[in-house]
């Protein structure tokens, strides 16, 4: 196995692994949990469910640990194409987005501890405790909404990375620069329009498959690996 192949292949793993331990706390654990407009059925939801909730708030911290990984795996195999490109690409993938996955966790621990009731919180009554819970869940959607952001912007680099390298399908490009177009306009939506974030991202979500399809390419194909020179 060529080089480039072996780090291709390392990156698309990373990559799998980081969106992979996102999804649990984005997707499943809103579903299960969470009753919009209810505090006090999604404070119970928390309680009677409350390791579930917890691997979601350890889920966040790690996936931001391995997307500190991810655009440095990517840097390796892409910085012959645009070195500079290529280090735009790590600031707004890692350097930018991390930081947002760590404060996220900090706002569902405190739902958690709010939920839970601790002896210092029964001066508080339990409406109330509900309520505050409910705004940090709250708060950490409003986080998800700016990280989207800058999982769009990071996007746009990767893509003309891609576009540019000839070892990796353009068409590979092309899709992921509409995933990044469609994750910021999902984000400007939560922020906006709020009231159609959910029927926006229904409507935008074949764009997202770009990525998924980028990391299984990596993974399963790989990169060219480059030409033999001339003799």
């Known amino acids: 196995m060529t080089s480039r192949r072996r780090n291709a292949r390392v990156a698309g793993i990373l990559y799998i692994l980081a969106s992979a331990a996102g999804v649990l706390r984005l997707l499943y654990i809103p579903g299960k949990l969470f009753v919009h407009g209810n505090a ?38 892409l910085k012959e194409v645009d070195p500079a490109l290529a280090v735009l690409m790590v600031i707004l993938g890692s350097l930018m987005q991390v930081p947002l996955f760590f404060f996220n966790s900090m706002t569902d621990a405190a739902a958690l501890l709010l939920v839970r009731g601790a002896d210092y919180l029964c001066v508080v009554d339990k409406p109330q405790r509900d309520a505050l819970a409910m ?22 680099p990767l893509a003309l990375l891609v576009y540019r390298s000839r070892f990796l399908p353009r068409f590979l490009g092309v899709w992921l620069a509409v995933a990044g177009v469609a994750w910021v306009v999902l984000s400007l939506t939560s922020v906006l329009l709020p009231q159609y974030e959910e029927r926006m991202y229904a409507v935008l ?27």
């Open 135 to 156: 705004l940090f869940i709250e708060l950490h959607g409003r986080g998800f909404g700016v990280a989207e952001m800058f999982w769009g912007l990071w996007l746009f």
């Open 40 to 77: 006090a059925a999604t404070a119970n939801n928390i309680a009677a469910h409350e390791s579930l909730f917890r691997l979601g708030i350890a889920s966040e911290p790690l996936a931001a640990a391995l997307w500190l990984f991810v655009p440095l795996a990517l840097y390796r195999l």
């Open 205 to 231: 979500q074949p764009a997202f498959f770009g990525e998924i399809a980028f990391m299984l390419w990596l993974v399963i194909k790989g990169a060219r690996p480059p030409e033999p020179s001339g003799g």
